[in-house]
């Protein structure tokens, strides 16, 4: 593997990183979107077969990590994951929200388009 080469681990597939990566989006932005996409895509996956609704619950979410191995052992990690999933969770339904579908149907293009138009605002704003 090349050193810039990113690995797909996660929920994410290679082609959806790297067109997180491709976004000219600043890095924290682009931080902040890998965040939503793979909590999005980590919810979808408790969600299934549902690919519409609401987000699973929080006792959804904590069997779910308790059925993650990498997660099982290390409690003090799954509640910080918990905490995460609490706010990227309301995030979600906000983007949602606005674009009047719900919280399971939204892509990782619906969250690439909301995090653009939020980072092109903020700059607008600040000159």
Do not use: Y
């Amino acid at each position: 593997m090349s050193s810039g080469a990113i690995p797909a681990t996660g929920p994410l597939t290679r082609q959806q990183i790297e067109a997180i990566e491709a976004t000219l989006l600043p890095t924290l932005d682009r931080h902040h979107l890998r965040l939503q996409a793979h909590c999005l895509a980590t919810f979808q996956q408790m969600a299934s077969p549902l690919q519409q609704g609401p987000l699973p619950n929080r006792q959804r979410w904590q069997s779910w990590c308790e059925q993650q191995p990498q997660l099982a052992d290390d409690p003090d990690f799954m509640e910080l994951l918990m905490m995460q999933f609490t706010v990227i969770a309301t995030q979600l339904e906000d983007v949602a929200s606005g674009l009047g579908i719900s919280p399971l149907e939204l892509s990782l293009d619906n969250l690439i388009r909301h995090s653009e138009k939020a980072s092109r605002q903020r700059l607008e704003s600040s000159h």
